[in-house]
């Protein structure tokens, strides 16, 4: 068996043990053959090959079921999405799907993420002042009543950046602007 072909054996799993066997031989190509096997897994977990990318991958807040673009850590991708058992919060924990194969985190559901990039921003300075967008990508609230819950994910996922507000003027005039006045006694 080809060097593709070995590793895939190498870890244990459902998906793992249901390869078939398949010799690349100097005339196969190792890209075709892990190709193939990327097609046994997602048929496996019964993910059709024209499924939109944001129907696959997907967080889950709440009832809510938003699609996420990014990519694992072996990709090499900058906008790091993966599952993790992390936490900093006290919500439930959300059920995730039997996973059918551990190196990408493919489960029966897909890709369920809820751990990687958190904040971005982009800024440039300008002549009139520094000019930023940022996400933060899991929201601002872990109360699922809260209009903060799931708002700036939703924005990341439509890739709709928000405005950084710098200037006096322009934060006095934001609509959501709350005030409060702190107290050391």
């Known amino acids: 068996a080809g060097r593709v ?6 870890t244990q799993g459902p998906v793992r ?11 196969r190509s190792r890209a075709l053959d892990a190709l193939a096997h990327a097609v046994q ?9 024209d499924t939109p990318f944001g129907e696959a991958q997907f967080t889950r807040k709440g009832d809510a079921i938003i699609p996420i673009h990014g990519g694992n850590r072996f990709e090499g991708i900058t906008n790091l999405i993966v599952y993790d058992n992390l936490r900093s919060d006290l ?13 990408t985190a493919l489960t029966s559901d897909g ?8 904040f971005i921003m982009a800024m ?8 930023g967008y940022a996400f933060l990508t899991y ?5 699922p009543d809260s209009p903060w819950y ?13 405005k950084i507000l710098w200037k006096e003027e322009d934060i006095a005039a934001d609509p959501n602007l709350v005030e409060y006045e702190v107290s050391g006694d």
């Open 5 to 10: 072909h070995a590793r895939a054996r190498a």
């Open 17 to 27: 043990e249901q390869l078939p066997d398949a010799d690349p031989g100097p005339t």
């Open 41 to 49: 897994r997602l048929d496996l977990a019964g993910i059709a090959l």
């Open 91 to 103: 919500e439930p924990w959300v059920p995730r799907a039997e996973e059918l194969y551990e190196p």
């Open 111 to 118: 890709y369920q993420v809820n751990y990687g990039t958190s």
């Open 124 to 131: 440039q300075y300008t002549d009139e002042g520094p000019e």
């Open 139 to 143: 929201s601002q609230s872990a109360e």
């Open 150 to 162: 799931k708002d700036q994910t939703e924005l990341f996922s439509a890739k709709q950046w928000r």
